[in-house]
């Protein structure tokens, strides 16, 4: 019942360790042995000596996670040529942000394969614990994550994977040690959850292993209040193990203890008593207590007492006795060496290693377009790493050095002073990139994984004033110290094969897919994670893309929807497609091109009217709840005291939805005051009614309240801003040979080119919420990528300067804040209507088509504009028309909206990721 822990190292027989292991084997009969580090061979090769010495076969563990990488034969300094190694397999949290359960169980799988080979039975491995608390020192990237339904998919896959292969796989730490800020190898840690919290958190992960029929589970050194002594380690206490794993859970496998060298349980408990109260609370292998001797005498005599049952004690001998029967142990208990190396590393467990790890990398944020990394930048690595962590940043240089024309390389630890590390600023402040790699364990028995002050406070100044990338390789949660960072790259461990995925996922060699699967308050949440295709598979997307929309515009043009059109399909770095078809008029006339002006109809009221109330709002200088009369007094008549600014937004204030103004009015003073005088067709917030004269008095409100034309503050606060020189009220003469002509207007007489086509914005004087806007297609992408961006310009990134080698010369500038966006763009009452504030969005069949997602916002212009974003897939696609083009009756638009919309999203959805490359290497 009792587990020694030996090193994996080379021993001779004469050697102090091994002689005392031998003598544990001879005369203590313990039944099995943890192995720890060592190159594959010496480990197998020094578990064969042990089996030949043993009576009865000896089970052999490891701390596996999640597979033998950890099982290598140290580094030769200072030539740092490595002793060998198993496959390195990653973390637990990167297969959670890689996201596929036949991940788990592919990699499962491996260990299980080359554990067995080396002739270790017993994996200590997966770890189940839902990491939940950011501040929790020994779990961290050791979890699947922190929603417990994922992890205990992820687990269960896992689980099957090591067990298929005959060895033992060990989910722990039961009941869970994921929501602890204590290390349990320094002291005991405290869990507060209740009983019920467990049942719906913790124990998720082990109930998903049980039902995949895990073979043991690993206890935890934790404190437990809601079951049991609130000051005992839970892997002591018989309500926790026997009473919750054993009856409630159901749970028939091998139950195995912690180390009981750690504090967690160590503290206050003498060797003999830990091991005695964990056999009464229903373990089965009591794991490397410190004197082992003295354990077993304590169980015997606790035995002969009569404190424990002769029963007990025979109970888990027939468990572990049975275990080895079912490995084959009695006839199979050597290792072969010469065939380990048939398994042990092969190329096709590297191959799926890579594969995992490519897909683990999470991009969250990165704010100034700094990724891709283009070839010609110059570029500064700085790797921050203690001074132990020798081999910390090599694979990531060796593998991002090739990629680029220049690159420079610096190394930074908790020893750094304050001096270098300005010396260091000045060094690399020419960069046009610097890339900041931590390497932060979680370090086991140290309870620690703080950067130093004075070296955060350093890289957050650093990402203040320049465009640097921080890859977190370890800890994930370290971008709370350097807030100011423009790109935050995820990796979940500390390995040369997440470091080279690293690299080529920075430079677009290979693709950014992973997800996070834990949260930061504040930070990132949950299933954060920006994609980005492989520069091969993005080239492909580009080009499908834009044959795609030439190829409809081309017959839009054909069948006569409208004369002439641009469209342009672009994320917040790439533009996919900018195409242009037909003429500016039916007429002999210039083709469009990204800078020929459209009148964008009731896009104005997103573009213009709402993005105003949008700033305003967020200054506290509009509430969205309070009744339009506080800022237009003259807006009265029955029940209008009740019509919130918020109803105009939504279209339901019970406003009709359009008066012929230009037939009534005298003046725009006129016009304006027969609005406010209009009475209500229904209550407020009764129904949904699309009402242009809303739009109006909400572009009045912008005026009131900042006390200046609208166009003015648009120009001065969205604009400009923006560099949108292009988008204005009323072109003036020399910008009308750029505008595309709309209706021949018969209220009018006359074919309109460069003056608005609505005649209520026209009798408005031209300037209105509702209508009146002109802009280009590269205006509109500067608008567009605004709100990808989540209120951040990028200084006029148009059609003409896409990509990251643009962004070098961009300052960004915040238009909106982030949660304004968020807060405008969502559904406001499903049961009334899909609008959100002054925003549609995408529900079904509509100018969206059918496959945008349920996050996608947007808006149509009558003339034929219309704009869509859709944020869950970094995807805006613009159309620009002038279909009134000679006559309004023209209605062709409508499909061509749709299917433009479904095209684009299906050849986006239909893409790869990344273009397979052959990879020769068969190691990171």
Not at 701 to 723: A, S
Not at 797 to 803: E, K, M, Y
Request: no cysteine; aromatic share 6%.
């Amino acid at each position: 019942m009792l587990h020694a822990w030996v090193l994996g190292d080379y021993a001779s027989t004469d050697d102090p360790s091994f002689v005392e292991t031998r003598r544990l084997i001879t005369e203590s009969k313990i039944g099995g042995i943890t192995m720890s580090l060592g190159s594959p061979i010496e480990v197998a090769a020094k578990i064969n000596a042990l089996q030949r010495i043993a009576e009865i076969p000896l089970l052999v563990a490891s701390d596996l996670e999640p597979g033998l990488g950890r099982l290598v034969g140290g580094v030769h300094v200072p030539s740092l040529l490595p002793g060998g190694s198993a496959t390195l397999l990653t973390t637990n949290m990167a297969i959670g942000a890689a996201g596929r359960e036949s991940d788990a169980y592919e990699l499962g799988r491996i260990a299980g394969r080359e554990a067995r080979a080396i002739g270790i039975t017993v994996a200590f491995s997966p770890t189940v614990d839902v990491n939940n608390n950011p501040a929790n020192p020994v779990i961290n990237t050791r979890s699947f994550g922190e929603d417990p339904a994922a992890v205990g998919r992820l687990a269960a896959a896992f689980v099957r994977g090591v067990q298929e292969q005959g060895v033992v796989a060990t989910v722990k730490h039961f009941p869970g040690h994921g929501d602890t800020d204590t290390d349990s190898h320094l002291a005991l840690p405290v869990v507060k959850s209740s009983r019920a919290r467990l049942d719906s958190v913790e124990l998720v992960p082990f109930r998903a292993a049980i039902e995949a029929n895990v073979a043991a589970v690993m206890t935890a050194h934790i404190a437990l209040p809601a079951i049991g002594d609130s000051s005992a380690p839970a892997t002591l206490i018989p309500e926790v193990i026997t009473e919750l794993l054993r009856d409630s859970l159901n749970f028939r496998g091998l139950i195995i203890t912690d180390a009981l060298t750690m504090e967690g349980v160590g503290k206050g408990y003498s060797v003999e008593k830990s091991a005695v109260l964990a056999v009464k609370a229903g373990a089965d292998i009591l794991l490397n207590p410190r004197d082992i001797p003295k354990a077993i005498a304590a169980v015997v005599a606790s035995v002969e007492s009569g404190e424990v049952s002769r029963e007990r004690i025979d109970r888990s001998v027939r468990a572990l006795l049975a275990m080895k029967a079912r490995l084959g142990l009695p006839g199979a208990r050597f290792t072969d060496l010469d065939k380990l190396r048939e398994v042990v590393g092969a190329p096709s467990h590297w191959a799926i290693a890579r594969d995992v790890a490519q897909r683990a990398i999470t991009l969250l944020r990165d704010s100034a377009a700094l990724l891709p990394i283009p070839r010609a930048a110059k570029v500064a690595v700085v790797t921050y790493a203690p001074e132990l962590e020798i081999l910390a940043g090599r694979a990531f240089v060796a593998e991002l050095r090739p990629m680029l024309s220049a690159a420079s390389v610096h190394r930074i630890g908790p020893g750094s002073s304050r001096a270098e590390l300005d010396s260091l600023a000045a060094a690399v402040g020419s960069s046009d990139r610097v890339i900041v790699t931590t390497h932060v364990r979680t370090i086991e028995g140290e309870g620690r994984f703080a950067i130093p002050q004075h070296v955060t406070a350093w890289i957050d100044s650093l990402a203040a004033g320049g465009n640097v990338i921080v890859v977190a390789n370890g800890n994930p949660y370290v971008i709370r110290h350097f807030p100011n960072v423009k790109s935050y790259v995820l990796t979940y461990g500390i390995d040369p094969l997440l470091e080279r995925a690293a690299a080529r996922a920075l430079t677009g060699d290979a693709a950014i897919s992973g997800h996070a699967p834990i949260s930061l308050p504040g930070y990132f949440s949950r299933g954060d994670g920006i994609m980005r295709r492989s520069l091969l598979a993005q080239r492909q997307l580009e080009q499908t893309l834009t044959d795609t929309v030439r190829a409809l515009l081309g017959r839009a043009v054909t069948d006569s929807a409208f004369p002439g059109a641009y469209a342009v399909v672009g994320s917040t770095t790439t533009i996919y497609a900018s195409q242009g078809a037909g003429q500016l008029d039916w007429a002999a006339s210039p083709a469009p091109n990204e800078n020929t002006i459209w009148d964008l109809a009731s896009l104005t009221k997103v573009v213009g009217m709402t993005t105003a109330i949008m700033q305003l709002t967020a200054r506290g200088l509009v509430d969205l709840d309070a009744p339009v009369q506080r800022y237009l007094p003259m807006f009265a008549g029955d029940g209008k005291e009740r019509v919130r600014v918020r109803d105009l937004l939504t279209h339901s204030s019970g406003l009709p939805s359009w008066r012929p103004l230009y037939k009534e009015a005298s003046s725009p003073e006129n016009a304006l005051a027969i609005i406010l005088a209009t009475p209500l067709d229904t209550v407020p917030g009764a129904r949904m009614v699309y009402s242009d004269l809303g739009a109006i008095l909400l572009g009045r409100i912008v005026e009131v309240v900042t006390k200046e034309k609208l166009d003015r503050y648009l120009g001065e606060n969205v604009f400009g801003p923006l560099g949108m020189t292009s988008t204005f009220y009323k072109p003036d003469s020399a910008s009308r040979s750029r505008v595309a002509p709309t209706e021949f207007d018969p209220w009018r007489q006359r074919h309109l080119r460069g003056e608005v086509h609505d005649e209520n914005a026209f009798t408005l004087g031209g300037v209105s919420g509702h209508a009146g806007l002109f802009s280009s297609a590269h205006d509109m992408v500067r608008f567009a990528r605004m709100l990808l961006k989540q209120g951040v310009g990028d200084g006029g990134l148009g059609v003409g300067t896409s990509g990251p080698a643009a962004a070098n010369s961009v300052k960004s500038l915040r238009i909106v804040p982030a949660r304004t966006i968020r807060d405008f763009t969502r559904v406001q009452d499903s049961s009334l209507s899909h609008r959100a504030l002054g925003w549609e969005t995408a529900r079904g069949a509509s100018s969206a088509g059918r496959l945008m997602s349920r996050a996608a916002f947007g808006h149509t212009g009558f003339t034929g504009t219309s704009l869509w974003v859709d944020p869950s897939r970094d995807l805006f696609v613009i159309l620009l028309t002038n279909r009134v083009n000679p006559t309004r009756e023209n209605r062709r638009i409508g499909a061509v909206r749709s299917t433009l919309a479904d095209a684009v999203v299906a050849a986006m959805d239909a893409a790869p990721l990344s273009v397979v490359t052959t990879q020769s290497e068969t190691s990171p």
